[in-house]
């Protein structure tokens, strides 16, 4: 049966300037409302990219009404508190530390994979924000697959907006993510990456 891999065609240019060479970290935001049915569907797409024995530890709260918003613009940090306050729709992406009650069902082949981390805590906290990381980035470039603008920011008040939103469920805060249209004067001034033969090695 031939689907999108075994057809082994790849993204078009542009698909990949989109979500790569073209793609900009956005820090204004037009009022151009983002729907409900988009932000579903960046969840849509980034839920299937992989984890660590399909652990799947990250949770996502969209925050798209104007008392959500503000509630939120609280704790982040001085410099991103107008960004946030601009965005159309804001994501917060967190680490669930009890993941692996999910295990037996996410993994039905290896569900004693569950006891494992219970009771191993450094093993389940690395597990957690290590697949958790992995996730976020999936989920910027799922931002961008749809066209939309991210600005992901790790500068706010991470145990304020636990505090906040996450009272019940103990997850645990790790990336705010903006999700619009860019505004006005949106980008920086882009910064250098690295040349590959600093980064990359073959043998
Ligand atoms: C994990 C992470 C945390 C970041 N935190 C902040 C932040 O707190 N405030 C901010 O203005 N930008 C933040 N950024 C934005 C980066 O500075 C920006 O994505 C990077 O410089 C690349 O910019 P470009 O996509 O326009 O090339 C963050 C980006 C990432 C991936």
Redesign the pocket.
């Known amino acids: 049966m031939t689907n999108a891999i075994t057809a082994g065609r790849g993204l078009d240019d542009a698909a990949r300037a989109l979500l790569y060479t073209e793609?900009?970290?956005a820090?204004s935001f037009a009022p151009t409302p983002v729907r409900d049915e988009e932000l579903a569907q960046i969840w849509e797409l980034a839920r299937w990219a992989p984890t660590a024995a399909n652990t799947q530890p990250l949770r996502v709260l969209f925050v798209r009404t104007d008392e959500g918003r503000a509630r939120l613009v609280e704790h982040m940090?001085e410099?991103?508190k107008e960004?946030t306050a601009s965005a159309p729709a804001v994501a917060v992406l967190a680490v669930d530390p009890r993941f692996h009650d999910h295990i037996p069902a996410l993994l039905p082949f290896r569900p004693e994979l569950r006891d494992v981390f219970e009771a191993n805590e450094p093993m389940r906290k690395h597990t957690g924000d290590f697949n958790a990381a992995l996730q976020?980035g999936y989920f910027?470039l799922a931002v961008r697959s749809l066209g939309l603008a991210a600005?992901?920011?790790?500068?706010?008040d991470a145990d304020g907006v636990d505090a906040e939103f996450f009272s019940d469920g103990g997850r645990r805060s790790t990336?705010v993510v903006n999700i619009g249209h860019p505004g006005e004067n949106p980008?920086?001034d882009?910064?250098p990456r690295l040349d590959p033969a600093e980064s990359v090695s073959w043998a």
């Open positions: 793609a900009r970290t820090n940090s410099g991103n960004k976020a910027i600005g992901p920011m790790a500068g706010f990336l980008w920086f882009r910064l």
